[in-house]
Protein backbone atom coordinates (compact mmCIF):
# COMPACT_ATOMS: atom_id res chain seq x y z
CA UNK A 1 0.00 0.00 0.00
CA UNK A 2 1.42 3.72 -0.94
CA UNK A 3 2.40 5.33 2.38
CA UNK A 4 1.08 9.14 2.03
CA UNK A 5 2.44 10.01 5.22
CA UNK A 6 6.25 10.53 3.69
CA UNK A 7 7.84 12.22 1.25
CA UNK A 8 9.65 10.62 -1.41
CA UNK A 9 13.56 10.13 -0.77
CA UNK A 10 14.96 13.06 -2.59
CA UNK A 11 17.22 12.74 -5.44
CA UNK A 12 20.04 15.43 -7.11
CA UNK A 13 21.34 15.26 -10.39
CA UNK A 14 24.88 14.83 -10.74
CA UNK A 15 25.33 16.17 -14.31
CA UNK A 16 23.17 17.84 -16.82
CA UNK A 17 23.61 16.55 -20.32
CA UNK A 18 22.01 17.27 -23.48
CA UNK A 19 21.30 15.00 -26.44
CA UNK A 20 23.73 15.47 -29.26
CA UNK A 21 21.91 16.41 -32.32
CA UNK A 22 23.11 15.61 -35.53
CA UNK A 23 24.26 18.22 -37.80
CA UNK A 24 25.20 18.56 -41.68
CA UNK A 25 26.94 21.06 -43.37
CA UNK A 26 25.18 21.83 -46.89
CA UNK A 27 26.88 22.46 -50.03
CA UNK A 28 25.93 25.96 -49.66
CA UNK A 29 27.53 26.32 -46.03
CA UNK A 30 24.11 26.29 -44.34
CA UNK A 31 24.28 23.95 -41.05
CA UNK A 32 21.23 21.84 -40.76
CA UNK A 33 20.65 20.22 -37.02
CA UNK A 34 17.97 17.57 -35.97
CA UNK A 35 16.97 15.92 -33.28
CA UNK A 36 14.72 13.06 -34.24
CA UNK A 37 13.34 11.44 -30.68
CA UNK A 38 10.22 13.11 -30.91
CA UNK A 39 7.39 10.26 -30.69
CA UNK A 40 4.43 12.00 -32.31
CA UNK A 41 3.54 12.66 -35.67
CA UNK A 42 4.81 16.26 -35.08
CA UNK A 43 7.79 18.05 -36.73
CA UNK A 44 9.57 21.69 -36.32
CA UNK A 45 11.72 23.39 -38.48
CA UNK A 46 13.26 26.54 -37.92
CA UNK A 47 15.30 28.59 -40.26
CA UNK A 48 17.37 31.13 -38.45
CA UNK A 49 18.44 34.56 -40.40
CA UNK A 50 20.83 37.29 -38.62
CA UNK A 51 17.78 40.00 -39.78
CA UNK A 52 16.98 41.16 -36.29
CA UNK A 53 16.75 44.71 -34.95
CA UNK A 54 21.15 44.55 -34.64
CA UNK A 55 21.17 45.06 -38.34
CA UNK A 56 18.50 47.03 -39.63
CA UNK A 57 19.20 49.95 -41.64
CA UNK A 58 16.39 52.24 -39.92
CA UNK A 59 13.67 51.55 -37.22
CA UNK A 60 11.50 49.10 -37.99
CA UNK A 61 12.01 47.26 -41.44
CA UNK A 62 13.70 44.58 -39.58
CA UNK A 63 9.98 44.08 -37.98
CA UNK A 64 8.24 45.01 -40.93
CA UNK A 65 10.23 42.48 -43.26
CA UNK A 66 9.04 39.71 -41.36
CA UNK A 67 5.47 40.05 -40.54
CA UNK A 68 5.49 40.45 -44.38
CA UNK A 69 7.09 37.12 -45.28
CA UNK A 70 3.88 34.99 -45.04
CA UNK A 71 1.53 38.04 -46.52
CA UNK A 72 2.17 37.14 -50.06
CA UNK A 73 3.95 35.23 -53.00
CA UNK A 74 3.88 35.17 -56.74
CA UNK A 75 0.35 33.55 -57.02
CA UNK A 76 -0.65 33.23 -53.70
CA UNK A 77 -2.31 36.06 -51.39
CA UNK A 78 -1.93 35.75 -47.85
CA UNK A 79 -5.01 34.43 -47.70
CA UNK A 80 -4.84 31.86 -50.30
CA UNK A 81 -1.16 30.75 -47.83
CA UNK A 82 -3.04 30.83 -44.33
CA UNK A 83 -5.68 28.87 -46.35
CA UNK A 84 -2.93 25.90 -47.69
CA UNK A 85 -1.23 25.84 -43.94
CA UNK A 86 -4.76 24.94 -42.31
CA UNK A 87 -5.39 22.42 -45.08
CA UNK A 88 -2.72 20.13 -43.61
CA UNK A 89 -2.98 21.02 -40.21
CA UNK A 90 0.09 23.26 -40.23
CA UNK A 91 1.20 26.88 -38.77
CA UNK A 92 3.94 29.38 -39.85
CA UNK A 93 5.41 31.40 -36.93
CA UNK A 94 7.66 34.36 -37.82
CA UNK A 95 9.52 36.33 -35.18
CA UNK A 96 11.98 39.45 -35.31
CA UNK A 97 14.13 39.37 -32.37
CA UNK A 98 16.90 41.74 -31.21
CA UNK A 99 19.25 39.68 -33.00
CA UNK A 100 17.80 37.51 -35.25
CA UNK A 101 14.63 36.39 -37.61
CA UNK A 102 12.71 32.84 -36.69
CA UNK A 103 10.52 31.63 -39.84
CA UNK A 104 9.24 28.41 -38.12
CA UNK A 105 7.19 25.70 -39.54
CA UNK A 106 5.03 22.96 -36.96
CA UNK A 107 3.30 20.19 -39.64
CA UNK A 108 2.43 16.70 -38.79
CA UNK A 109 5.20 14.76 -40.27
CA UNK A 110 2.94 13.42 -42.58
CA UNK A 111 2.25 15.98 -44.42
CA UNK A 112 5.50 17.87 -44.84
CA UNK A 113 6.61 16.94 -48.14
CA UNK A 114 2.96 19.17 -49.30
CA UNK A 115 3.47 21.72 -47.36
CA UNK A 116 6.86 22.63 -47.75
CA UNK A 117 6.93 24.09 -51.54
CA UNK A 118 4.88 26.63 -50.68
CA UNK A 119 7.09 26.65 -47.26
CA UNK A 120 9.85 27.63 -49.15
CA UNK A 121 8.04 30.06 -51.12
CA UNK A 122 7.74 32.09 -48.27
CA UNK A 123 11.26 32.34 -47.36
CA UNK A 124 12.65 32.73 -50.60
CA UNK A 125 10.14 34.42 -52.67
CA UNK A 126 7.80 36.86 -51.01
CA UNK A 127 6.35 39.76 -52.65
CA UNK A 128 5.68 42.51 -49.76
CA UNK A 129 2.02 43.80 -51.24
CA UNK A 130 1.65 47.23 -50.95
CA UNK A 131 -1.82 46.95 -48.97
CA UNK A 132 -0.31 44.47 -46.61
CA UNK A 133 2.37 46.68 -45.36
CA UNK A 134 -0.01 49.64 -45.21
CA UNK A 135 -2.34 47.20 -43.01
CA UNK A 136 0.30 45.87 -40.79
CA UNK A 137 1.76 49.87 -40.03
CA UNK A 138 -1.63 50.43 -39.43
CA UNK A 139 -2.46 47.38 -37.20
CA UNK A 140 0.87 49.01 -35.40
CA UNK A 141 -0.16 52.42 -34.49
CA UNK A 142 -2.93 51.44 -33.37
CA UNK A 143 -1.13 49.08 -30.91
CA UNK A 144 1.02 51.64 -29.82
CA UNK A 145 -1.28 54.11 -29.35
CA UNK A 146 -3.33 51.59 -26.68
CA UNK A 147 0.43 50.38 -25.30
CA UNK A 148 1.47 53.89 -24.44
CA UNK A 149 -1.27 54.57 -22.52
CA UNK A 150 0.14 51.57 -20.01
CA UNK A 151 2.42 52.43 -17.28
CA UNK A 152 4.37 48.93 -17.83
CA UNK A 153 4.53 48.92 -21.75
CA UNK A 154 6.59 52.68 -21.55
CA UNK A 155 8.69 51.24 -18.23
CA UNK A 156 10.08 48.29 -20.18
CA UNK A 157 10.68 50.49 -23.37
CA UNK A 158 12.27 53.46 -21.31
CA UNK A 159 14.45 51.36 -18.93
CA UNK A 160 16.01 49.93 -22.24
CA UNK A 161 16.29 52.93 -23.92
CA UNK A 162 17.76 54.61 -20.70
CA UNK A 163 20.30 52.02 -20.60
CA UNK A 164 21.62 51.24 -24.16
CA UNK A 165 20.83 54.73 -25.82
CA UNK A 166 18.28 56.07 -28.34
CA UNK A 167 20.31 54.79 -30.96
CA UNK A 168 21.30 51.57 -30.22
CA UNK A 169 19.59 48.45 -31.39
CA UNK A 170 19.14 47.20 -27.77
CA UNK A 171 17.92 50.15 -26.82
CA UNK A 172 16.31 51.99 -30.03
CA UNK A 173 12.17 52.11 -29.84
CA UNK A 174 9.87 52.08 -33.00
CA UNK A 175 7.19 54.90 -32.78
CA UNK A 176 4.96 56.74 -35.23
CA UNK A 177 7.28 59.32 -37.20
CA UNK A 178 9.12 56.05 -38.39
CA UNK A 179 6.41 54.12 -39.55
CA UNK A 180 6.01 57.18 -42.32
CA UNK A 181 9.39 56.55 -43.44
CA UNK A 182 9.09 52.56 -44.24
CA UNK A 183 8.69 51.84 -48.11
CA UNK A 184 7.94 48.42 -49.70
CA UNK A 185 11.55 49.02 -51.54
CA UNK A 186 13.07 49.20 -48.08
CA UNK A 187 11.60 45.48 -47.31
CA UNK A 188 12.98 44.51 -50.27
CA UNK A 189 16.08 45.29 -50.20
CA UNK A 190 16.75 44.13 -46.35
CA UNK A 191 15.17 41.14 -47.54
CA UNK A 192 17.81 40.45 -50.32
CA UNK A 193 20.81 41.67 -47.88
CA UNK A 194 19.82 39.82 -44.93
CA UNK A 195 17.48 36.95 -45.47
CA UNK A 196 19.82 33.87 -45.98
CA UNK A 197 19.47 31.49 -43.35
CA UNK A 198 22.81 30.30 -41.61
CA UNK A 199 21.05 27.80 -39.15
CA UNK A 200 18.31 25.50 -39.83
CA UNK A 201 16.85 23.24 -36.40
CA UNK A 202 15.05 20.14 -37.26
CA UNK A 203 12.74 18.55 -34.39
CA UNK A 204 10.88 15.47 -35.17
CA UNK A 205 11.56 12.35 -37.67
CA UNK A 206 12.21 12.92 -41.24
CA UNK A 207 11.46 10.10 -43.51
CA UNK A 208 14.14 9.81 -46.02
CA UNK A 209 12.05 11.32 -48.80
CA UNK A 210 11.28 14.49 -47.31
CA UNK A 211 15.30 14.76 -45.65
CA UNK A 212 16.37 15.02 -49.42
CA UNK A 213 13.40 16.84 -50.46
CA UNK A 214 14.34 19.59 -47.07
CA UNK A 215 18.01 19.51 -47.83
CA UNK A 216 16.99 19.78 -51.89
CA UNK A 217 15.44 23.13 -51.24
CA UNK A 218 17.81 24.39 -48.31
CA UNK A 219 21.01 23.46 -50.75
CA UNK A 220 19.49 26.38 -53.31
CA UNK A 221 19.32 28.59 -50.73
CA UNK A 222 22.34 31.45 -50.57
CA UNK A 223 23.13 30.64 -47.30
CA UNK A 224 26.01 33.54 -46.84
CA UNK A 225 24.24 37.12 -45.80
CA UNK A 226 25.98 40.41 -47.16
CA UNK A 227 28.82 40.76 -45.02
CA UNK A 228 28.36 43.32 -42.34
CA UNK A 229 30.48 44.10 -39.59
CA UNK A 230 28.21 46.43 -36.63
CA UNK A 231 29.76 47.89 -33.89
CA UNK A 232 27.27 50.05 -31.50
CA UNK A 233 28.31 51.83 -28.08
CA UNK A 234 25.93 51.20 -24.96
CA UNK A 235 25.62 55.47 -24.16
CA UNK A 236 22.86 55.38 -21.11
CA UNK A 237 20.59 58.37 -20.72
CA UNK A 238 18.13 59.01 -17.53
CA UNK A 239 19.89 57.47 -14.92
CA UNK A 240 16.27 58.41 -13.20
CA UNK A 241 13.53 59.32 -15.12
CA UNK A 242 10.17 59.78 -13.62
CA UNK A 243 7.06 60.00 -15.73
CA UNK A 244 4.28 61.21 -13.87
CA UNK A 245 0.70 60.53 -14.86
CA UNK A 246 -2.04 62.31 -12.70
CA UNK A 247 -4.64 60.35 -13.13
CA UNK A 248 -2.73 57.18 -12.59
CA UNK A 249 -3.29 55.23 -9.48
CA UNK A 250 -0.36 52.90 -10.03
CA UNK A 251 3.53 53.48 -10.63
CA UNK A 252 5.31 50.66 -12.83
CA UNK A 253 8.76 50.74 -11.65
CA UNK A 254 11.96 49.51 -13.82
CA UNK A 255 15.73 49.48 -11.89
CA UNK A 256 18.35 48.02 -13.99
CA UNK A 257 21.84 48.09 -15.69
CA UNK A 258 24.05 46.56 -18.39
CA UNK A 259 24.95 42.82 -17.41
CA UNK A 260 27.07 40.06 -18.39
CA UNK A 261 26.87 37.73 -21.28
CA UNK A 262 26.28 33.47 -21.50
CA UNK A 263 30.46 33.26 -22.16
CA UNK A 264 31.29 35.14 -19.07
CA UNK A 265 33.02 32.93 -16.23
CA UNK A 266 30.67 34.62 -13.41
CA UNK A 267 27.13 33.82 -15.63
CA UNK A 268 26.33 31.22 -14.31
CA UNK A 269 26.46 31.89 -10.56
CA UNK A 270 25.42 35.84 -11.59
CA UNK A 271 21.79 33.55 -13.21
CA UNK A 272 21.58 31.74 -9.50
CA UNK A 273 22.11 35.28 -7.73
CA UNK A 274 19.24 36.56 -9.83
CA UNK A 275 17.00 33.59 -8.69
CA UNK A 276 17.38 34.26 -5.48
CA UNK A 277 17.17 38.12 -5.65
CA UNK A 278 14.10 38.15 -7.46
CA UNK A 279 13.94 35.11 -9.96
CA UNK A 280 11.22 33.35 -8.06
CA UNK A 281 8.09 33.36 -5.30
CA UNK A 282 9.94 32.23 -2.87
CA UNK A 283 13.09 35.43 -3.44
CA UNK A 284 14.23 38.18 -1.59
CA UNK A 285 12.12 40.49 -3.59
CA UNK A 286 8.88 38.90 -3.08
CA UNK A 287 9.10 38.71 0.39
CA UNK A 288 10.15 41.63 1.23
CA UNK A 289 7.55 44.06 -0.91
CA UNK A 290 5.30 41.57 -1.14
CA UNK A 291 5.29 39.40 1.78
CA UNK A 292 6.35 41.77 4.82
CA UNK A 293 5.43 45.18 2.95
CA UNK A 294 2.46 44.14 1.21
CA UNK A 295 3.62 46.88 -1.83
CA UNK A 296 3.04 44.69 -4.43
CA UNK A 297 1.07 41.71 -5.92
CA UNK A 298 4.59 40.55 -7.55
CA UNK A 299 8.30 41.94 -7.91
CA UNK A 300 10.57 40.18 -11.01
CA UNK A 301 14.05 40.06 -11.66
CA UNK A 302 15.90 39.25 -14.69
CA UNK A 303 18.72 38.38 -16.41
CA UNK A 304 18.32 39.03 -20.63
CA UNK A 305 21.71 37.80 -22.45
CA UNK A 306 21.81 38.52 -26.32
CA UNK A 307 24.41 38.23 -28.55
CA UNK A 308 26.34 41.39 -28.44
CA UNK A 309 25.70 42.36 -25.09
CA UNK A 310 23.02 41.75 -21.43
CA UNK A 311 20.41 43.45 -19.23
CA UNK A 312 19.17 42.53 -15.73
CA UNK A 313 16.00 44.80 -14.94
CA UNK A 314 13.93 44.33 -11.48
CA UNK A 315 10.02 44.78 -12.42
CA UNK A 316 6.92 45.50 -10.32
CA UNK A 317 3.84 47.95 -10.10
CA UNK A 318 2.95 49.58 -6.72
CA UNK A 319 0.31 52.20 -5.79
CA UNK A 320 1.32 55.85 -6.27
CA UNK A 321 1.94 56.94 -3.05
CA UNK A 322 4.55 53.92 -2.00
CA UNK A 323 6.49 54.58 -5.33
CA UNK A 324 9.28 56.02 -2.99
CA UNK A 325 9.10 53.40 -0.15
CA UNK A 326 9.22 50.61 -3.00
CA UNK A 327 12.33 52.13 -4.41
CA UNK A 328 14.16 51.89 -1.33
CA UNK A 329 13.23 48.81 -0.60
CA UNK A 330 14.38 47.21 -4.03
CA UNK A 331 17.97 49.23 -3.59
CA UNK A 332 18.22 47.94 0.18
CA UNK A 333 17.69 44.12 -0.78
CA UNK A 334 20.62 44.90 -3.99
CA UNK A 335 22.30 46.26 -1.03
CA UNK A 336 21.84 43.93 1.43
CA UNK A 337 23.03 40.98 -1.11
CA UNK A 338 26.35 42.81 -1.67
CA UNK A 339 27.15 43.69 2.12
CA UNK A 340 26.31 40.21 3.67
CA UNK A 341 26.28 36.35 2.52
CA UNK A 342 22.85 35.62 2.63
CA UNK A 343 21.74 32.14 4.74
CA UNK A 344 22.10 28.54 3.95
CA UNK A 345 18.84 27.59 3.47
CA UNK A 346 17.81 30.54 1.54
CA UNK A 347 20.66 29.45 -1.40
CA UNK A 348 19.57 25.66 -1.01
CA UNK A 349 15.92 26.69 -1.55
CA UNK A 350 16.64 28.74 -4.59
CA UNK A 351 19.35 27.10 -6.13
CA UNK A 352 17.39 23.68 -5.93
CA UNK A 353 13.87 25.49 -7.21
CA UNK A 354 16.69 26.60 -10.11
CA UNK A 355 18.21 23.39 -10.89
CA UNK A 356 14.54 22.39 -10.96
CA UNK A 357 13.17 24.57 -13.53
CA UNK A 358 16.56 23.78 -15.95
CA UNK A 359 15.69 20.29 -15.73
CA UNK A 360 12.19 20.77 -16.51
CA UNK A 361 13.13 22.79 -19.48
CA UNK A 362 14.25 19.50 -21.11
CA UNK A 363 10.91 17.90 -20.43
CA UNK A 364 10.25 17.58 -24.27
CA UNK A 365 12.33 17.62 -27.45
CA UNK A 366 11.54 21.44 -28.71
CA UNK A 367 12.82 23.01 -25.49
CA UNK A 368 15.76 21.00 -25.87
CA UNK A 369 16.89 22.05 -29.24
CA UNK A 370 16.08 25.43 -28.27
CA UNK A 371 19.02 25.04 -25.67
CA UNK A 372 20.92 23.54 -28.20
CA UNK A 373 20.43 26.17 -30.62
CA UNK A 374 21.40 28.99 -27.63
CA UNK A 375 24.79 26.70 -27.40
CA UNK A 376 25.43 27.72 -31.35
CA UNK A 377 23.95 31.01 -31.72
CA UNK A 378 25.77 32.22 -28.98
CA UNK A 379 28.96 30.21 -29.47
CA UNK A 380 28.97 28.89 -26.67
CA UNK A 381 30.71 25.38 -25.78
CA UNK A 382 28.73 22.45 -26.35
CA UNK A 383 28.93 21.23 -22.70
CA UNK A 384 27.73 24.73 -21.56
CA UNK A 385 24.66 23.76 -19.19
CA UNK A 386 25.98 20.73 -17.97
CA UNK A 387 28.88 23.67 -16.86
CA UNK A 388 26.03 25.45 -15.63
CA UNK A 389 24.57 23.15 -13.38
CA UNK A 390 27.85 22.03 -11.77
CA UNK A 391 28.90 25.84 -10.95
CA UNK A 392 25.51 26.49 -9.29
CA UNK A 393 25.24 22.93 -7.65
CA UNK A 394 29.09 24.40 -5.87
CA UNK A 395 28.02 27.89 -5.64
CA UNK A 396 28.70 29.47 -2.19
CA UNK A 397 27.19 32.26 0.16
CA UNK A 398 30.21 34.00 -0.16
CA UNK A 399 30.62 33.57 -3.46
CA UNK A 400 27.74 35.18 -4.14
CA UNK A 401 28.03 38.55 -1.63
CA UNK A 402 31.53 38.85 -3.73
CA UNK A 403 29.42 38.32 -7.64
CA UNK A 404 26.90 40.99 -5.97
CA UNK A 405 29.29 43.42 -4.99
CA UNK A 406 31.28 42.99 -8.42
CA UNK A 407 27.81 42.74 -11.04
CA UNK A 408 25.41 44.09 -8.87
CA UNK A 409 25.85 47.72 -7.24
CA UNK A 410 22.93 49.43 -6.33
CA UNK A 411 24.28 53.04 -7.37
CA UNK A 412 24.73 51.81 -10.98
CA UNK A 413 20.78 51.05 -11.64
CA UNK A 414 19.18 53.21 -13.63
CA UNK A 415 15.24 53.69 -12.84
CA UNK A 416 11.98 54.50 -14.32
CA UNK A 417 9.07 54.99 -12.82
CA UNK A 418 6.00 55.82 -14.59
CA UNK A 419 2.69 56.82 -13.07
Not at 12 to 27: S, W, Y
Not at 366 to 386: Q, W
Request: include cysteine; hydrophobic fraction near 40%.
Amino acid sequence: MLDRKSAPQFSALENFQLPEPEITTLTNGCNLVCLDFVQQDVIKIELLFKSGKWYEPAPGVAHFTSQLLDKGIPGKTAYQIATWFDLYGASVEISAGLDFTSVTLYSLASNVTEILPVFFQVVTNPVFPLAELNQAKDIFSQNLKLNLEKNSFVASRNIRKNIFGEQHPYGATLDQPHLQTIQRDDLHQFFKNRFTPFEVYVTGKLNVSTSTILKENLNKLNSHSQPLTLDFIATGLNHSQLIDKPDSIQTSLRLGKRSINRNHADYPQLILLNHLLGGYFGSKLMKNLREEKGLTYGIHSSISSFVNDSVFLIGTDVNKEDRELAISEIKNEVKSICDKPVSDTELMLARNHLLGGLQLDTANPFAVMEKIKTIRTHNLNPDFYNYIFNKISETTPSTLMELAQTHLPAEALYIVAVG
